[in-house]
Each structure stands twice: as structure tokens, then as C-alpha cells.
């Protein structure tokens, strides 16, 4: 497998916060008839509304361009990030320069009062990804709607990206926050406690205790309507966290499991004391490293919708959220 270095000249990533149509309109057509002309390729991941709205006074865009379905890249955030990582490294093996304009399609909770922000969970990748994104001259721009979202996240939205998109095009925005800085100062909500009552409460002392997890949990998914992939996708997430607790943190690991309306929700305890670095599980690891590392929070971070990790004194928490409407649309 070859692995694309990052190169970070040249890239652009920049945010395009709206408030109404006419600001869609007024910024996005004019950045959209100059990359037409700048790159070989630019890939728009809109909803319909947006596509409508860019086309109807100039239906010349509509083949000037390429579209994508939004449902094909915004799934599960983690791979959604990874799915936009692999494109942008792929065309620039290529040799070509591309623009991909997205419209995140993240507005919400994973489920109402689960306390996962999914919005607020994919500014993490936001801001991560102005390094691993970083293939060249090529660009990225990310359309948010300000009547969607909370303030806060639409402050947030501006401080991960390093432009902001104009009608004259890009320009840099002076707040902007490095991956790193971002992460730390933007720390996720508190972590809420769970319910009193779980599904399945375990204690795990070793490895060897992960096999009954396997046929527990399986079962429980299945009950839920979990199909088959989608529920090995929920063991192997929630085995590679409970392993990295037990090998990293310390035993023993306390794992949870309950579900809150369609979404199954998995929380792994373990007896840590170490601060987790602030882009854990953001970065894929490479293969060709002599060292294996940093495998199994990146894998649960594809696999699952949302991770919010909590360190403390004594005890790491990992939770992941498996709405069903996301693990199998």
C-alpha cells in the first residue's frame, strides 16, 4: 500500500457561513465560475435545495461542475472524513487539482437527549483535516447554514478553518485555531452519566474476557435490528476500545451497553490516569510503521457515529453512539 505524504502547500480550506438564500447565491455562484476554471475537478456534495439554488439563474453550472449525493458521504462521521481524505488523496496521485464544496450534512443530536452534538463532534474532523487534507493546491470549502445551527457551533465552524469564503474568493480568517489548538480549546461537552439501568453492565479483567463480550453484545445488536455488518461493525468498535483500555489504561475495564430510542450506545471504563492527546484516534495510522499505534480509537471513530472520550484522574471513558438509521440506512 502507498501511502500520500500531506503537503500543505497551497491547500485552502476555507468555510462558508449563510444566513439566507441570497447569501448562498451572492458568495458560492462567483467561487464556483472561477474554480471551473482553476481545477480540473470540482465535486460539489450538496442537498437539493443548494443544487436548485445554484442553477436555476445560471444553468450552465450544472454541467460545469460534478454533484454527489451527500447520503453517499455523510454517514457515520468518521468514515465520512476518511471517505473525503481518500478522494483528494486519490486525485492527487492523479495529478489533478480539485475543489470539493460540501455541505455537511450533521445538523443535530444523534438522537434527542443522547447528548451526542453530532455537529459539534464533526468540527473535530474539520479541524483535523486541514492537515490530513492537505494534498497540494487542491481546495476545500465547507457551506454551513447559520439557521441550522446553534451560535456556538457556527463560532466554531469559522475558528477551524484557516479561510473564510467571500464573494471575492477566499480570504484568511484571523481567529483560525491549529488543529492541536482547536482541540484543546474546544474541549467536547461533558460527557453525560448513564442511565441507572443498562442493558449489560461487564466487567472485564484481561483479554480473554472479550469473547463473551463478543456473544453478548451480538446478541443484543440482533434484538435491535441490527443486521449482520452492521453489528460487526458495533463488536469490533467496542472490542478495540475495550482492548485499548485494557492494554493501555489498565484494568479493570468497565463496559456498558444501552440503548436510547433507535441509537445503541457502548461505554468503556478503564482505570487510566494518563491524559489522551487531544487528535487520538483523528490521524490514520500508517501501515508501513514499525510500530503499530493509534489502531483502535481511529477504528471505532469509523466505525461508530459519534466517540467522545472523558479523561480523568483514575478513569478514561470512551462512549460510542450506534444510531440504526446511520449504521444501516
Avoid at 262 to 270: E, I, N, P, R, Y
Avoid at 306 to 322: I, Q, W
Amino acid at each position: 500500500m502507498v501511502t500520500t505524504v500531506p503537503d500543505t502547500t497551497g491547500f485552502i480550506h476555507a468555510a462558508l457561513v449563510v444566513s439566507d438564500d441570497a447569501d448562498l447565491r451572492a458568495v458560492l455562484a462567483p467561487e464556483l465560475r472561477r474554480s471551473a476554471a482553476a481545477y480540473d475537478e470540482v465535486l460539489l456534495v450538496v442537498g437539493d435545495r443548494t443544487r436548485a439554488l445554484l442553477t436555476e439563474r445560471d444553468p450552465g453550472v450544472a454541467t460545469a461542475v460534478s454533484w454527489a449525493d451527500p447520503g453517499a458521504f455523510y454517514q457515520r462521521l468518521g468514515s465520512a472524513y476518511d471517505r473525503f481524505r481518500r478522494y483528494l488523496a486519490d486525485r492527487h496521485r492523479a495529478g489533478q487539482r480539485v475543489h470539493v464544496i460540501a455541505e455537511p450534512a450533521v445538523a443535530g443530536d444523534v438522537c434527542p437527549g443522547s447528548g451526542a452534538d453530532r455537529a459539534a463532534a464533526y468540527l473535530a474532523y474539520e479541524s483535523v483535516c486541514n492537515e490530513t487534507y492537505a494534498f497540494g493546491p487542491s481546495a476545500v470549502t465547507c457551506v454551513w447554514d447559520s439557521r441550522r445551527h446553534r451560535d456556538s457551533v457556527i463560532d466554531s465552524v469559522r475558528d477551524a478553518h484557516p479561510h473564510v469564503l467571500t464573494a471575492s474568493g477566499p480570504a484568511p480568517w484571523p481567529h483560525y485555531l491549529p488543529p492541536e489548538r482547536y482541540l484543546a480549546e474546544r474541549p467536547e461537552p461533558p460527557m453525560p452519566p448513564p442511565p441507572a439501568q443498562v442493558a449489560h453492565d461487564i466487567t472485564l479483567h484481561d483479554v480473554a474476557d472479550l469473547s463473551a463480550v463478543r456473544s453478548v453484545l451480538g446478541v443484543w445488536a440482533g434484538t435491535h435490528g441490527f443486521g449482520t455488518e452492521a453489528t460487526e461493525d458495533i463488536l469490533v468498535a467496542v472490542i478495540e476500545v475495550a482492548t485499548n483500555g485494557l492494554r493501555h489504561g489498565g484494568a479493570p475495564v468497565r463496559l456498558r451497553a444501552w440503548a436510547h430510542a433507535d441509537t445503541l450506545v457502548a461505554q468503556c471504563d478503564d482505570a487510566g490516569s494518563g491524559a489522551i492527546p487531544a487528535a487520538a484516534g483523528y490521524h490514520r495510522p500508517d501501515p508501513l510503521a514499525s510500530v503499530a499505534g493509534g489502531r483502535g480509537l481511529w477504528l471505532a471513530r469509523q466505525l461508530a457515529d459519534v466517540v467522545t472520550v472523558s479523561a480523568r484522574p483514575g478513569c478514561t471513558s470512551v462512549r460510542l453512539y450506534f444510531p440504526r438509521h446511520i449504521m444501516q440506512p
